[in-house]
């Protein structure tokens, strides 16, 4: 079992940045991909990013690619998403999630991830 927990959340105004973290412990940290994905209130939870097991892929939803950063530091089983030029709209709830198995080109899916984190609150006044 993995567990993960986020940090990093906050108040911030539009324009301004934050950096998300994503602590795993337990089992091993999964050599497979991990992911962040936003859940605003009265939406459906959507993907914002994912990394590969090594850092060497990374993928973004179009409405964060330029402005969000995804990374990974394996030796302290940590993610991160730097995240800068903030908007109202990037206001939501953020999780992060490990997939215990290869997801293929299925990164985006929420389904393609067994771990999750109990959500850090992102709210960008304007």
């Known amino acids: 079992q993995v567990q993960l927990v986020e940090s990093g959340g906050g108040l911030v105004q539009a324009g301004g940045s934050l950096r998300l973290s994503c602590a795993a412990s337990?089992?091993?940290?999964?050599?497979?991909?991990m992911a962040w994905f936003r859940q605003a209130p009265g939406k459906e939870r959507e993907f914002v990013a994912a990394?590969?097991?090594?850092?060497?892929?990374?993928y973004y939803a179009d409405s964060v690619k330029g402005r969000f950063t995804i990374s990974r530091d394996n030796a302290k089983n940590t993610m991160y998403l730097e995240m800068n030029s903030l908007n109202p709209e990037d206001t939501a709830v953020y999780y992060c999630?490990?997939?215990?198995?290869?997801?293929?080109?299925?990164?985006?899916?929420?389904?393609?991830?067994?771990?999750w984190g109990q959500g850090t609150q992102v709210t960008v006044s304007s």
């Open positions: 990394i590969s097991w090594r850092g060497g892929n990374t």
């Open positions: 999630a490990s997939a215990a198995y290869y997801t293929g080109s299925n990164y985006y899916l929420s389904g393609s991830y067994n771990y």
């Open positions: 337990g089992r091993i940290f999964s050599r497979e991909a």
